[in-house]
């Protein structure tokens, strides 16, 4: 019984946060009131309460006497909740929700590089060897080009070896594939793509930290600046 009131839960915070992300409820606008959705859903007032501060936490929504149950903007959300990231995928990205994401890995895979190139093992190197392996084998047509780049950028968190870094690895592929829907990368990897992988790898392996982080710095820089282009022309319109 425990365990179906659980699910219940669950599936009203998914269903309710994916159609947030989606669009269906717009910023500052009310949700159905706990009542509403526990006939909306046919499940108990325990159960929706309970999903109801669930979301909350998740900052999605807020829920006061009075006041109803209000979409909150997105500078409210949990953006490193796995859910919550999970229904950015599902939803409605935007090209400015890709620069924000793209602005800090900016901050982030740079500094891990370095890290990676001063405390990685040598297990953790052969880790990034056979992932940027999958990406030139991607630039052949030969492996999945979105899963090879994953798995490169967080080989190389894991190799920094900074547990903060290690679990911001699920928000680094929600990012990557926030770009795919933008860039249409289906393709294979491009020989300036797998160069600039290659070079990362190559000062990490050879333990020169700063090389390392300048050669991160600088495929992070190019994927913005196409970004901020493209908002850029955008608003022009």
Request: net charge negative; aromatic share 8%; glycine share 4%.
């Amino acid at each position: 019984m425990v365990s179906a009131h659980r699910n219940l839960t669950q599936q009203l915070v998914h269903e309710l946060g994916k159609d947030i992300l989606q669009g269906k409820f717009s910023i500052g606008s009310k949700l159905p009131s706990e009542a509403e959705l526990c006939l909306q859903y046919n499940i108990s007032r325990t159960a929706t309460r309970e999903a109801v501060k669930m979301l909350t936490a998740k900052g999605l929504i807020s829920s006061r006497p009075r006041q109803g149950i209000k979409v909150l903007d997105s500078k409210h959300w949990n953006l490193f909740d796995v859910e919550v990231l999970n229904w950015i995928l599902i939803g409605k990205p935007d090209l400015y929700m890709l620069r924000h994401f793209l602005q800090l890995r900016l901050s982030i895979e740079p500094e891990a590089a370095y890290l990676a190139a001063q405390y990685a093992s040598e297990s953790d190197i052969k880790v990034i060897e056979d992932a940027l392996l999958r990406m030139k084998n991607a630039e052949d047509g030969y492996d999945d080009t979105l899963e090879a780049d994953i798995e490169f950028h967080a080989s190389i968190l894991s190799a920094s070896n900074n547990p903060f870094f290690i679990q911001l690895k699920t928000f680094t592929e929600t990012a990557l594939k926030v770009n795919l829907r933008f860039t249409n990368r289906f393709k294979a990897i491009t020989i300036d793509e797998y160069k600039a992988h290659f070079d990362i790898f190559d000062n990490i392996a050879k333990r020169n930290p700063q090389a390392a982080h300048d050669a991160s710095l600088e495929t992070q820089k190019i994927t913005l600046g196409l970004v901020d282009d493209a908002i850029a022309e955008m608003e022009q319109k």
